[in-house]
């Protein structure tokens, strides 16, 4: 009976907090309690941010965060409030920073029936290609709009929209190749955060100068069909399996849980991250596509693979880093050990704003209840942490990483030909990787800059700070991360040596430039990097 009786409280209270949040977030906010929010984000940026004013100086920034201010002379809700905010922190020019939507949450019922659904409109993938939104790829029936230009979404233009959208997010500093692959890949993101929950929207399409609309609907999911209907078996249907035949299959399970992991595998796209083979039959060309450094046994990825390339004696290998938008240093450090053949710093001490980075991480008010409790158990010993790995120089604090130690190449470091391509989702991580490989005229890159700054940025560990009145939060690194090596001017991403483009008709007619050069060039790294 009382558990009965918990169960009820707590649906009961799940409802009403639900309840009382969407409330919030819908009403209209007050305008001194929206300018609050802004003093407060701007209060929070310039306390934990060690390079507020890399990019923007400091009278600049001031000055669009007293006009934000300035702005808001009705009260509005928290979107319409976003709106405002997102251009103005995008100011900052640190991708790293981002401000995120107070979406509307759901009772336990109504995620239940939203799991059930989907929308139609979320089967599409975009790509922003020739100053134009298109439909790059598409899951389930609509396989017929790839190649069509997105022209208008419930009779707005696509063109304008897109023109608002890349004012709500930023690069590194003052690149601007992120703006279009993140306009075009994030498009879905960005068009909910505009506009909210839809259950339908009407689009207009063009294709081959014919224009045509469709309507996107929210429907339910197909069930998945099962062979053999488990109803319809019959005892004497069951065939057992020998101990034998059991083992085998835990084998086989075994083993491909282990390629999943060695792999990471994307349970969403049905894909892996890492990405290893030979594109010529006699092994002499190699290719690695790493999508991210974020998940999966990435050590076993990379010895197989680096240990395969020195038997087989390759000549080429082509690092694809296209849309890598980072992930794990320790992932790239082990990397690049396999990629040099000199002894390498990856970074430098890191510049924070306190000599408690992690503690003020942990104490943020975003982090549940419990791991703050955890925290000030173990306070005493995280605080020493953190007092040992950072010290003060020239008015500055550093905090020492692992990966600013010097280290030595791997044995069985790659000598062969090295071909990077990037473009400019290629962001944080890679663009970290990038830098020692380009400073040290180490490999032949071909695309375009990437998104991520040739300096480095300020990433790490991160701290969400969530907004009293609006519940919009902000995520902002903690820590500068850069290697030793810098370009001037400031605020650039890694260059091409060869700069390639994609069009439209590369992608309709499933032509991939960057990898085709490359294939089609011979002998070409020593003279591109002397």
């Known amino acids: 009976m009382n558990k009965i009786i ?11 907090s639900v309840k009382k949040y969407n409330e919030q977030i819908t009403r209209l906010h007050a305008v001194e309690d929206l300018k609050t929010d802004v003093d407060k984000v701007y209060r929070q940026l310039k306390k934990n941010h060690p390079k507020l004013y890399q990019y923007t100086p400091k009278e600049v920034l001031d000055y ?115 703006y279009n692959k993140y306009v075009g890949k994030g498009f879905s993101a960005l068009y909910y955060k505009d506009k909210g929950f839809k259950d339908s929207l009407s689009v207009t399409f063009k294709l081959n100068d014919s224009l045509f609309n469709k309507t996107f609907k929210r429907v339910e999911k197909e069930k998945k069909k099962d062979s053999i209907a488990l109803d319809s078996l ?27 992991r060695k792999h990471g595998f994307i349970n969403k796209a049905e894909g892996y991250t890492r990405n290893f083979k030979f594109l010529e039959a006699d092994s002499m060309v190699a290719y690695m596509n790493i999508k ?29 880093l296209r849309d890598n938008g980072g992930g794990r240093i320790a992932e ?38 419990v791991v703050k409790v955890s925290t000030v158990i173990v306070s005493p010993i995280i605080i020493v942490q953190n007092l040992i790995k950072t010290k003060r120089k020239d008015d500055k604090i550093y905090y020492k990483l692992r990966f600013s130690k010097e280290k030595e190449p791997h044995p069985l470091n790659y000598k062969g030909q090295l ?34 700054a040739y300096n480095g940025c300020v990433a790490g ?26 370009q001037t001017p400031d605020g650039y991403g ?9 069009s439209i008709e590369d992608r309709k007619q499933h032509r991939d430039p960057e990898l085709d050069w490359i294939l089609n060039g011979t002998n070409t790294n020593e003279k591109l990097v002397e």
């Open 6 to 16: 918990v169960f009820v409280l707590m649906c009961f209270w799940s409802c009403a």
């Open 64 to 178: 669009k965060f007293d006009s934000l201010k300035t702005s808001i002379t009705t009260p509005i809700n928290s979107r319409e409030f976003y709106k405002k905010l997102a251009p103005v922190v995008a100011q900052v020019k640190q991708g790293h920073i981002s401000v995120g939507l107070a979406n509307m949450h759901f009772t336990k019922k109504e995620r239940k029936k939203l799991k059930k659904e989907k929308f139609e409109f979320y089967d599409l993938d975009f790509e922003y290609l020739n100053d134009k939104l298109w439909v790059s790829n598409t899951k389930g029936e609509y396989s017929t709009l790839i190649g069509s230009e997105v022209v208008k979404i419930d009779n707005e233009k696509a063109d304008d929209l897109l023109n608002i959208y890349k004012t709500r997010f930023s690069s590194d500093g003052y690149n601007k190749t992120l």
């Open 234 to 260: 019959k005892p004497a249907e069951i065939v057992k399996l020998t101990p034998l035949e059991k083992k085998e299959l835990r084998k086989a399970a075994k083993v491909k849980r282990q390629f999943k």
């Open 292 to 320: 991210s450094f974020s998940n999966g046994n990435y050590k076993k990825f990379y010895k197989e693979s680096f240990e395969m390339l020195d038997s087989l004696k390759t000549k080429s290998l082509v690092l694809d």
């Open 332 to 369: 790239i450090d082990y990397l690049y050990a396999y990629l040099t053949n000199q002894n390498y710093n990856l970074v430098e001490e890191s510049e924070v704003n306190t000599r408690l980075p992690y503690f003020k991480y942990l104490m943020s008010n975003t982090m549940p209840f």
């Open 419 to 452: 071909y990077v391509i990037i473009n400019g989702s290629s962001f944080s991580a890679s663009s970290l990787l990038s830098t020692h490989l380009k400073a040290n005229k180490r490999a032949v890159f071909v695309g375009e800059e990437t998104g991520g």
């Open 461 to 486: 560990i991160y701290k969400v700070y969530e907004m009293p009145t609006s519940k919009l939060k902000i995520r902002m690194g903690l820590m500068q991360i850069e290697a030793p090596q810098k």
């Open 494 to 502: 890694i260059k091409p040596d060869v700069e390639i483009v994609p």
